[in-house]
Nanobody, 120 residues
């Protein structure tokens, strides 16, 4: 079992930046792939970015060049740096832990989510 707690969400103007953090506990963090999903009102949950235990990163096309996922295994924490934010980035962002097989990331554990609102 892995417990995940997100933080860092909030209200930001278009073009601004936020950094989300996700603190993990309960198991050996370094073994897991970690990821961020998001869900906007009326839309399905979608993968934003993932990072394997070895540090390989994968991004959705709609955030490439703007968002960066990273992890600090010493702190059991994964981050999502979000730059050049747009209104369409408004969503609840969920941290998750899971496994990557043949480049496909499959989350198994979820945090409670943190709201990101991009608006002027």
């Amino acid at each position: 079992q892995v417990q995940l707690v997100e933080s860092g969400g909030g209200l930001v103007q278009p073009g601004g930046s936020l950094r989300l953090s996700c603190a993990a506990s309960g198991s050996i963090f370094s073994r897991y792939s970690m990821g961020w999903y998001r869900q906007a009102p009326g839309k399905q949950r979608e993968l934003v970015a993932s990072i394997t235990s070895g540090g390989s990163r994968n991004y959705a096309d709609f955030v490439k060049g703007r968002f960066t996922i990273s992890r600090d295994n010493a702190k059991n924490t994964v981050y999502l740096q979000m730059n050049s934010l747009k209104g369409e980035d408004t969503a609840v962002y969920y941290c998750n832990a899971g496994w990557t097989t043949s480049t496909i990331y499959s989350p198994s554990f979820w945090g409670q989510g943190t709201q990101v609102t991009v608006s002027s």
